[in-house]
């Protein structure tokens, strides 16, 4: 499997309209400044062609390196009740990933070697993010590699880190999904208060973006026995004045 499939900078991914985005000639460009909005999709903004190359390479060459995500409902979150009504739910999820906390780790070294690094820590990966929200990002994202397959699903969450001066009052989640075999996954999120809005996020080349936190969960996916959806992530925090 050729690995120049995946390029050195991320704007060599986007289709004329992603460039755009780039150019700040697009009508999403500055979406996010809007506080009111907490999330967008998009699934013309990436060059099919080759978004489904990069999702071959992945899946030659990483997935046999990810990591299992596992966090299934406690057992007491229902029997450990005291009251009626009185449920807590922590985050769950299923899905498999790889962390960029160590370069000693299996799927980080192939990441590397295959370029995927290389692409996510890319100027234009992050002047696209800082597109979308609108302001100057920090440098120094955080990077994460996410593959759904068939039930692999993100349970209620909101994303706030209080305990992280930095991200306390708030950041951006830039996610570029690759997708085959998909017959639908759906994220869900809040608006006044309810979890009233939903969007698909199974398209082959789909970019998303959230301004964090806000309460949202992404549905299992369904498709065939080989379905897969590949998330490429960047979280990225807003730079100081």
Known sequence: MPHNAIPSEFEHLLSRAGREVLAGTHPLCGALADPRRRFLVADDLLDR????????VLEAELADTLETLERPIPPESIWDMQS???EKLPKTSRARTIYFESRREAGVKAAE?????RLMRSASFRAFAEALAGRKLASGWGLQVLRYGPGDYAGPHNDHHPENKWAA??????HVSFSAGVEHQWLVYSRAGHFSEIVSIAGPATVTAYR????????????????????LLGTFLFRSA
């Open 84 to 86: 009626d009504y009185g």
């Open 212 to 231: 964090l936190p806000f309460w949202h969960y992404t549905t299992p996916l369904v498709g065939t026995s080989r379905a897969a959806r590949w998330v």
């Open 49 to 56: 062609g080759k978004a489904a190359r990069v999702r071959r």
């Open 113 to 117: 070697r295959i370029g995927l690094v």
């Open 169 to 174: 009052r708030g950041y951006i989640d830039l």
